[in-house]
């Protein structure tokens, strides 16, 4: 099984590849399924097109983009990738 920590690089990496945005991304929630067969991952990052606005109005931590992830806890491969609403 991979170390959780290899589950964020992966799902990280997944999003940077896939959406070509380099921003920050924070990690907001790990977990292990029931079965321990999949990491469930949720990354997030600044919201690109209201960021200079959430700045001015003291808003930033409200204006943050959600990704779920789930990643394969034996390969490390991400299985799925989909944004979320916390």
């Avoid at 959406?19 to 067969?37: F, H, P, T, V, Y």
Wanted: overall charge neutral.
């Amino acid at each position: 099984m991979i170390e959780p920590r290899v589950a964020v690089e992966n799902a990280a990496k997944y999003y940077r590849d896939v959406s070509g945005d380099n921003s920050q991304i924070i990690l907001e929630e790990i977990e292990l399924s029931e079965n321990k067969k999949k990491w469930h991952v949720t990354l997030s990052h600044a919201n690109p097109t209201n960021q200079s606005l959430s700045i001015l109005l003291g808003t930033q931590s409200e204006n943050r983009l959600y990704k779920a992830f789930v990643v394969d806890a034996t390969s490390g491969n991400v299985d799925s990738m989909k944004a979320k609403k916390l």
